[in-house]
């Protein structure tokens, strides 16, 4: 049972340039979520999404996308990268209210 | 605006001896607390939870402690072991199943 799982494990942007991290869950939960902890700082909620072509705003979206065309995959993406991108990204997902389950993060360097 | 605070950086205890982990928040709307525990290079994992209509829920060797008055919860461990080694946050739900995490805790268990 692989859970979620996150890719690229590591990423090295140019300011400017742009990419998709991968997020997909096998478990059939509806509710998926993207994290971004930065540095001695807990997570915080970019873009969740309710079920399959239904997505919402966190507290911090501002550059980023998202969309939910399956259960199972629920990829961010990155337009325009900048320094203050610079992040590890974790993507989660429910089944119901009470908890969810991380994938192993993906380590964002913008330079 | 930080809605859940873990105002201690981090904690040493010696194994065997209870471990205890603090958490305040503001927002007395969250009505679901929970905790996770965080291994290096690896996403957090769900440990335990409380509703806001308890003041204790046990898991084994883990008790979470909620005060509402105080808008204070705390997780005990005990006895404490090498395992433990981590770092612990405090997440709170405030509906829509969108977590507000605390700035987490590092723990570490000296032998």
């Known amino acids: 049972n692989a859970g979620v799982t996150q890719t690229p494990k590591f990423r090295i942007l140019k300011i400017g340039q742009s990419m998709t991290l991968q997020c997909t869950q096998d478990?059939?939960?509806?509710?998926m979520y993207w994290y971004r902890q930065d540095p001695g700082m807990g997570l915080k909620l970019i873009y969740y999404s309710v079920g399959a072509g239904i997505t919402d705003k966190g507290e911090v979206p501002n550059g980023y996308n998202v969309s939910r065309s399956t259960t199972e995959d629920f990829p961010l993406r990155l337009e325009l990268a900048a320094p203050s991108q610079t992040s590890v990204y974790f993507c989660a997902s429910s089944p119901n209210w009470e908890t969810q389950y991380f994938g192993p993060g993906t380590r964002l360097l913008v330079l | 605006d930080q809605q859940v605070k873990q105002n201690s950086p981090s904690l040493s205890v010696q194994e065997g001896r209870i471990s205890i982990l603090n958490c305040d928040y503001t927002?007395?709307?969250?009505?679901?607390f929970l905790w996770y525990k965080k291994y290096p290079a690896e996403g957090p994992t769900f440990l335990i939870s409380i509703s806001s209509i308890k003041d204790k829920n046990e898991d084994g060797r883990f008790t979470v402690f909620l005060n509402k008055s105080a808008k204070h919860l705390s997780l005990h461990i005990v006895p404490s072991q090498p395992g433990d080694s981590a770092v612990y946050f405090c997440?709170?739900?405030?509906?829509?199943?969108?977590?507000?995490f605390g700035q987490g805790t590092r723990l570490t268990i000296n032998p």
């Open positions: 478990m059939n939960h509806n509710y």
């Open positions: 997440a709170a739900n405030q509906g829509a199943q969108k977590l507000v």
């Open positions: 927002n007395s709307m969250f009505d679901y």
